[in-house]
């Protein structure tokens, strides 16, 4: 992961790529599942939104703290989580990262890579995320935190919390609000007074900045500029990349509620062949192989592993 | 969980005599001297020292990065506290009313009780909320309860209701030791009482371990925060009639020191539990279900609660102490129970 891409600019769209193109065949083999196999849980499917996830996250450090969404695994993939325990944490398997105790994809964590997990209540992690950044802040540790929402998150009141108190004591915080049209079945038109999540930044003292989600390294830049601008020390940006929800809420979701053309299968302005197009047939292509095969390893492995033991459901209630 | 009550409450050649406010002052203080990675945020915490005083002092020693003060988001101050234990802090931060537990309770009761479980025991949150709580003469419905029942109710919080300046102390001290979450509930009526507190440093009461504030032989009393005094005037008031009251104070509710009230209850056969909150559903109904689980043929007498009324606390002072039980109530009570 890099900050400042420099000459190294077609290297990072290469991983870019990678990451996206891993995570675009890991949502088609989840889909596969959840369709034939049924699935006890609930798949948001993030396809169709792997760019932004993927280009957002490559902008941050390492031991930079990352608060992701429900919408998919392309946040934490590119943070670094291994795909098995991710597909684990999915499909309730005792090598998941949580051990066992997942089940859809609310919940993965990874300690080591600062992947904090993700609270079941939206907008939880506006007030979690701010903290974190309060507590680097005070450790003066120069990490910044990455908190993914949705356009629906942004309604909550949490978000008012966060982001007054973040800007009056200019926290190393950066918001990415992924908004996609839609909150289950709530048009973002519909409940939103202004036309843009961003447009209510100014309110709170911080930059507000709209991206084309589905242009990965847009959304890299406006990141990294946001992160250097938090760990310079002058308080966080809101950040909005405009999206597509190109499948249900969940996956089975038959959305009676959408009236607009229900996009299904064709992904307009796809992350995947826009990042593609600047790499040659033949890397792409050895590329595509490999992430095919990596995401079927991890998947077989996943679905050989056993489920948690009942015993799980007496752990970690207490440190 | 130790079962040996520890009792305190007299004067020991090292103690002072210090209220339950600076007692809490000096734990934080104390704490934060220790170790750097405890810090404090609320609402008029610094400049002003806390609404109640608590705090008073120490932006000024810690500076005002370690003694926080917020806008007015208790949502942010308990969500962001759980945040920063995550990034590897020890906040010890302050609700100015335990009644606001309510306007941050997704944060309280998903964040900070479930984040560690749900997330495969990859995180600790060394959390402590301190919760001024309980009746203090026209606050206000929305600003007396006293809710640690709830707190109790759901898993993953470590609950605290000390009733003494010595147990408040050792007790918030054991609090940002603890690697859990603490709910610490500090009796809002009991600030200004004063007694005997060990000069040490190392004055850590415990989690899970009962005081026993009062040995006696005919009736056990359990009771906690500013009841506890209020059970032992009663008991003052019935020894000389010839009922022999022990009165123990639990300390913490979670964990909850059973043992040694159903110890006490094998001794006494009579159990009483006075609490300020509400009847219905309140720790009472918990401590008497397990102790006639654990020692239904002990018993001689049904288990009885001295209660808080089942309503809303009116801000008329008057009418609000009629609502939470007196020592004459707990005298008469603890009379006919003593008679069955
Ligand atoms: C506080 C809270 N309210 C409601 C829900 C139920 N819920 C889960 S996802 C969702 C829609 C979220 O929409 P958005 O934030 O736009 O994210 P998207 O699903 O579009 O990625 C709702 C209503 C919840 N999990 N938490
Ligand atoms: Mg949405």
Not at chain 2, 125 to 148: D, I
Not at chain 2, 299 to 321: F, H, I, M, N, S
């Amino acid at each position: 992961m890099t900050n400042d891409p420099g000459p190294d600019r077609e290297q990072l769209e290469r991983e870019v790529y990678r990451k996206v193109v891993t995570i675009r065949f890991a949502e088609l083999r989840i889909r596969d599942h959840v369709e034939k196999e049924g699935f006890g849980g609930f798949w948001h499917p993030g396809i169709g939104q792997e760019g932004l996830q993927v280009g957002a996250v490559s902008a941050m450090q390492d031991d930079d703290y990352l608060y992701y969404a429900h919408r998919g695994l392309g946040y934490a993939f590119a943070k670094g989580m291994p795909l098995e325990p991710l597909f684990g944490d999915l499909l309730g398997r005792a090598s998941g990262s949580t051990r066992g105790k997942g089940g859809g994809t609310v919940h993965f964590a990874d300690a080591s890579r600062h992947v904090l997990g993700q609270g079941g209540t939206l907008g939880s992690s506006f007030v979690m995320g701010a903290g974190t950044a309060a507590a680097s802040q005070l450790l003066g540790d120069g990490r910044v935190t990455v908190v993914f929402f949705g356009d629906g998150a942004s309604g909550r009141g949490t978000w008012h919390e966060a982001a007054l108190q973040a800007s009056v004591w200019k926290l190393p915080v950066v918001w990415i609000c992924e908004n996609n049209g839609w909150a289950l079945s709530a048009r973002f038109t519909e409940q939103s007074p202004t036309e843009h999540v961003a447009d209510r930044a100014p309110a709170y003292g911080m930059p507000g900045v709209i991206v084309d989600g589905q242009d990965a390294m847009a959304v890299h830049d406006a990141t990294a500029e946001a992160i250097d601008r938090a760990r310079r020390g002058e308080g966080p940006t809101l950040i909005e990349a405009k999206t597509l929800r190109i499948r249900g809420h969940y996956e089975g979701d038959r959305q009676p509620y959408r009236d607009d053309p229900v996009l299904g299968d064709e992904i307009p302005n796809d992350p995947v062949h826009r990042l593609g197009e600047s790499i040659p047939d033949d890397v792409r292509r050895g590329i595509d192989a490999e992430a095919r095969t990596q995401v079927e390893q991890a998947f077989d492995a996943a679905l050989a592993a056993p489920r948690a033991d009942r015993s799980v459901i007496f752990e970690d209630v207490w440190a | 969980m130790t079962t040996t009550p520890v009792t305190t409450g007299t004067t020991g050649a090292t103690d002072r005599v210090i209220g339950y406010s600076r007692a809490i002052n000096e734990a934080l203080a104390e704490e934060m001297r220790r170790d750097e990675r405890v810090w404090m945020m609320g609402q008029d915490i610094g400049r002003l020292g806390g609404v109640f005083g608590l705090t008073r002092g120490l932006q000024e020693e810690f500076g005002p990065m370690r003694v926080r003060d917020t806008a007015i988001n208790e949502t942010f101050i308990v969500g962001g506290a759980a945040g920063a234990a995550l990034a590897g802090t020890i906040p010890v931060v302050e609700l100015q009313f335990a009644d606001f537990l309510f306007t941050a309770a997704d944060e309280i009761f998903h964040k900070l009780a479930k984040w560690r479980y749900m997330h495969g025991g990859q995180f600790t949150l060394p959390v402590v909320v301190r919760l001024p709580s309980g009746v203090v003469g026209g606050a206000g419905a929305e600003h007396s309860q006293s809710l640690e029942t709830i707190a109790m109710h759901v898993p993953g919080l470590k609950v605290a209701v000390p009733a003494t300046p010595s147990d408040a102390k050792g007790l918030l001290k054991a609090a940002i030791r603890d690697p859990d979450p603490v709910l610490f509930f500090e009796h809002k009526g009991l600030y200004r009482v004063k007694g005997p507190v060990p000069e040490s440093d190392e004055h850590v009461v415990p989690f899970g371990s009962a005081r026993v504030a009062r040995a006696g032989n005919d009736l056990t009393v359990v009771a906690t925060g500013l009841m506890v005094d209020r059970a032992l005037a009663a008991a003052e008031q019935l020894a000389p009639q010839g009922i022999d009251v022990e009165v123990i104070d639990p300390r913490t509710l979670v964990p909850l020191d059973i043992d040694t009230i159903v110890a006490s209850v094998e001794r006494t056969h009579r159990l009483m539990v006075v609490h300020e909150a509400s009847r219905t559903a309140g720790f009472g109904a918990e401590i008497a279900t397990q102790v006639q689980e654990r020692a239904f043929f002990s018993l001689d007498a049904p288990v009885w609660r001295v209660c808080g009324t089942d309503t809303p606390l009116p801000q008329d002072p008057e009418l609000e102490q009629a609502c939470i039980p007196s020592t004459d109530e707990i005298v008469a009570a603890a009379r006919a129970l003593a008679a069955i």
